[in-house]
């Protein structure tokens, strides 16, 4: 029999609850037919079901005071994936507000939902977030189970303890989610990666031409870098904190989009010497996508400012990562004949991607190729590596070559 | 496209419960083939049913290659003990060996180690576990999923079998849980066991089978004998959506028991609760069988009965429950899954002195 999910979010002023009842266990407890008219349920019993969770849910401070519990709202909606079967669950928001001046972060449950009735069920507890301590939505953090104590015939209260965290803990795990979000965002990686291919190089009659120099280089990728950065800092300001709001499936596009415009810039200088403007550009648009992130996190102002300069630093720090591993041997590379081939051949894998993305984004389905880009990923360390081999095999042949050359004259 | 690639994988299953089926029929002489040498088993001059399974269970050891022998055989722990369930969590809830990744001859020679430990009363024991493993593949092709199917079941031999040490013979899947812990030669313990359907009947080949049915009708017998007043103090106050002492709930019996006291009910009423303990305690070989109705028998007047719901035990969380001082015994109606406009029943058998032949303290 499914179990119910009490989800809370732990924030400086009260605590957000989110319960997750299934209908059938709910309606052996609370009756009125729940189950079986599911579709106006909260239309037709709002008062009942509000009265009904106030009188089961209880928060209490160390110090014995009693928080107040209001209901925010409830939905009705599916859940597919369980061990008994897809069923309907009753979703409700409640707001747990402590008195004033004690803390959120200590206090004991008393719930007995459902299960004051219905003694076979259980309510699995979490913390879905607690920005001090570094829980966020997409990892909730099992606290305990509320259930009959068996015995006894009691069901115990839960004692919910999450002190211990700090803003210094909280910023760093968000310093880490910036990290990992560019880890595994191969979109974001490969549009920086692609952008800097045809970086060390001069344009010759409209035509990608010879190495230009380690200084022209250098000066190239950290024009592109810094505009990428400074396109996606704006817009992952302006949308986390609200300012601005796209929906998510354009952005998505859009991104797949960027990795084919400079994917053909790869192969034919379009927008030589402009290549900032566009990585500044197309920037605006991954900050988008790196906000919705952090929007959902619903944070105060501190918070969210912590969070938003966190993050940065965490993208920041590993496209620094990625670039101070491949970029030296691209710039290796770029002196020697070999470079055209991987220059053309890298363009147009990404190009064969960024079409695979934009496909599955519009039609919201994964297609082979984005699945195969999905699983080449894990051996994006060993195909560093390789680049590394190439790129050493093919300056060491050049340079023998030449002596070779001298030799003969 | 997906749904008929299931279905391409149902056919060998069904046609593999059909072939084990037949073949385990004949426990008592086994004949076996491997790639170098053939062997004749047969283990039917052993004297009693624990002796036939560790001979059985030898035989079995012997077609095995020696990673299915580490899989199969694992260490007598209580971390190993109480590693079962009744959900279609496959291995990932179980020890042992999986059926569907054996030869037919090693899944025929498993099942006979599974038959001479089984009671042999129709729709009972032996014949009941092979009808919970047919309703899985029923529940297959009605669902159209990959986790229903009678290969999904699981052989475990905790520890070394042998008439003189402790072992546990673990055997189960979705809805069915076999423990039976044996010590120096003698069941000590024939529980936990947990027994459920889906569905609760069905029809294959023009045979209907309800291997549950006995027990059902034999819990509602014992209720409908009940005055209104009887009826009035077995009746909980609580609501069973399950058992309560189904798996990971080893140990946690309520203190105090609950319900009618089955001293106050006339003989011919006392006779209907030793009845209704039957269905299960036959499941078990037919000697142990005996012996632990012969102590539950003994200990009735300390016994008590007690019910959720409605007393006829046909819809939705009706619930029954013997606890004695020994016998402890849920039944539960519960909504269909697969079915959900049907009702499908839970039951688990636990002993308060005996589960896991009281090796271990919880």
């Known amino acids: ?409 | 496209m997906k749904k008929r690639t299931i279905l391409l994988i149902g056919v060998p299953a069904l046609l593999f419960f059909a072939c084990s089926k037949k073949d385990s029929t004949d426990t008592t002489t086994t004949t076996t083939t491997t790639d170098t040498t053939t062997t004749t088993t047969d283990c039917s001059s052993a004297a009693n049913s624990p002796a036939k399974v560790v001979c059985l269970a030898e035989a079995f050891e012997a077609l095995l290659t020696s990673s299915q022998l580490a899989t199969l055989q694992v260490d007598y722990t209580q971390t190993n003990a109480v590693k079962w369930s009744n959900l279609p969590c496959g291995a990932t809830c179980r020890n042992g060996l999986q059926m569907s990744n054996l030869t037919t001859a090693q899944v025929t020679a498993a099942l006979a180690i599974v038959a001479a430990a089984s009671g042999t009363v129709t729709d009972e024991g032996y014949s009941e576990i092979q009808q919970i493993m047919a309703a899985d593949d029923v529940l297959k092709a009605a669902s159209g999923g990959t986790s229903y199917s009678s290969g999904i079941y699981f052989i475990a031999f905790l520890g070394t079998p042998s008439t003189t040490g402790t072992w546990q013979l673990q055997f189960g899947g979705h809805h069915l849980a076999v423990n039976i812990t044996y010590k120096a030669g003698e069941v000590a313990g024939a529980t936990p066991r947990f027994e459920g359907i889906e569905p609760k009947s069905w029809v294959t080949s023009g045979t209907t089978y309800a291997p549950l049915a006995g027990e059902q009708s034999a819990m509602a017998a014992m209720l409908a004998s009940l005055s209104s007043s009887e009826l009035a103090s077995a009746k909980l106050s609580a609501t069973f959506s399950d058992v309560l002492l189904g798996p990971n709930e080893d140990g946690q019996f309520p203190a105090t028991k609950q319900g009618l006291a089955v001293s106050s009910l006339t003989s011919a009423q006392q006779l209907l609760v030793l009845a209704a303990m039957k269905p299960w305690v036959e499941d078990v070989d037919d000697s142990t069988a005996a012996t632990l109705l012969a102590t539950y028998k003994d200990e009735l007047s300390t016994t008590y009965i007690a019910y959720s719901g409605n007393a006829t035990l046909a819809t939705n969380a009706d619930y029954v429950r013997i606890d004695g001082p020994s016998v402890w015994i849920e039944f539960v109606c519960q909504t269909g899954v697969v079915y959900p406009s049907q009702i499908h029943y839970h039951s688990i058998w636990r002993d308060h002195k005996r589960d896991y032949g009281n090796s271990f303290t919880f």
């Open chain 1, 1 to 409: 029999m499914p179990n119910s999910f009490v989800m809370l979010d732990i924030k400086t002023d009260g605590v957000n609850a989110e319960l997750q009842l299934p209908l059938s266990e709910l309606q052996l407890a609370f009756g009125h037919d729940v189950a079986q008219n599911s579709g106006t349920l909260v239309a037709r019993l709002s008062p009942e079901l509000r009265a009904y969770l106030l009188a089961h849910i209880h928060a209490v401070s160390a110090d014995g005071r009693a928080w107040t519990v209001t209901v925010r709202d409830l939905r009705v909606q599916p859940v597919e994936q369980s061990a008994s079967g897809p069923y309907q669950e009753l979703t409700a928001h409640l707001w747990l507000q402590p008195p004033v001046g004690v803390s959120t972060k200590d206090f004991t449950l008393n719930y007995d939902v459902i299960i004051h009735q219905l003694v076979t069920h259980k309510a699995l507890v979490a913390i879905r977030q607690d920005w001090e301590k570094g829980v966020y939505s997409e990892q909730p953090e099992e606290v305990g189970v509320i259930r009959l104590d068996i015995p006894t015939g009691t069901i115990l209260p839960l004692h919910i303890n999450q002190s211990g965290g700090s803003m210094w803990r909280g910023f760093k795990s968000m310093v880490s989610l910036g990290m990992q979000h560019i880890a595994e965002g191969t979109d974001h990686l490969l549009f920086l990666l692609v952008l800097l291919l045809p970086a060390p190089l001069l344009v010759k009659e409209k035509r990608w031409g010879a190495f230009g120099g380690t200084k022209y280089s250098v000066i190239r990728l950290l024009k592109v870098v810094t505009a990428f950065t400074a396109g996606h800092s704006i817009t992952l300001l302006a949308a986390a904190t609200g300012w601005l709001r796209l929906p998510g499936q354009p952005v998505e596009v859009l991104i797949a989009i960027s990795i084919l415009v400079s994917a053909i810039h790869a192969l034919r200088p379009v927008f030589s010497g402009k290549e900032a403007y566009i990585a500044a550009g197309f920037g605006l648009i991954h900050g988008m996508a790196f906000a919705s992130t952090l929007a959902n996190l619903d944070l105060d102002t501190t918070r969210m400012g912590l969070s938003i300069l966190g993050f940065n630093i965490g993208i920041e720090l590993m496209q620094l990562f990625v670039i101070a591993i491949t970029v030296p041997w691209l710039i290796l590379l770029s002196r020697t004949g070999t470079y055209p081939y991987i220059r053309i051949a890298g363009a147009i894998l990404a190009a064969i991607a960024a079409l695979a993305w934009i496909i599955q984004r519009v039609s919201d389905k994964t297609n082979f190729i984005t699945d195969l880009v999905q699983q080449l990923m894990k051996y994006a360390p060993w195909m560093i590596l390789l680049l590394g081999i190439a790129s050493i095999i093919s300056v060491s042949r050049e340079r023998y070559g030449r002596k070779q050359d001298l030799n003969r004259l």
